[in-house]
């Protein structure tokens, strides 16, 4: 009976000990569903040096990538897009007149194209230009509504629901 009690006693004082424990601990979608304010990160031109090497050592430059995280990351550590994003010209050039890109382009997604912001959703600042990409559409049969946009000034916000709204992933809007 004895041995029950102290058993029972044992398994309550670790469940709350682990319970409480994984509160203090944020997990990457949680993080995610942040508000935008609470995911900034510095753009690259402004993130110390050791920061950019250990962003480059995340990801490699070669890489081929079509996935939020990683294009965002690239975008963020390299200043340009994966090596895999081809403009609608250029798909246009192959014989692409929209949809996906596996019959002309195999391996390619669209991407680096101008985004005008005619909904004003997104911060305007003199001299400010964004561009977009498309996000998971490697082998896909339709482009789908996931994109990033760019700016050339370090800001980067993912979509999922095509310009509706953004979540900032990198940059200081109010720089």
């Not at 000034?153 to 809007?173: K, P, Q, R, V």
Request: with cysteine.
């Amino acid at each position: 009976m004895r041995f029950k009690r102290i058993t029972a006693l044992l398994l309550a004082f670790l469940a709350v000990f682990v319970f409480s424990a994984c509160s203090r601990f944020k997990t990457k979608s949680s993080q995610q569903n942040a508000s935008p304010s609470a995911t900034l990160s510095p753009t690259a031109s402004e993130a110390p040096a050791s920061k950019q090497k250990e962003d480059k050592a995340k990801i490699d430059e070669n890489g081929v990538y079509d996935s939020k995280d990683d294009v965002a990351l690239y975008i963020h550590t390299y200043g340009r897009l994966p090596k895999n994003y081809i403009s609608k010209k250029e798909a246009e050039a192959l014989g692409w007149q929209g949809g996906s890109l596996n019959e002309y382009a195999p391996g390619k997604c669209i991407g680096g194209d101008r985004f005008g912001n005619y909904e004003g959703l997104l911060p305007k600042k003199n001299g400010r230009k964004y561009q977009e990409c498309d996000i998971d559409t490697l082998g896909k049969k339709k482009r789908g509504t996931k994109r990033i946009i760019y700016s050339n000034d370090g800001l980067i916000y993912y979509t999922d629901d095509h310009y509706e709204s953004f979540t900032l992933l990198y940059g200081d809007e109010q720089k």
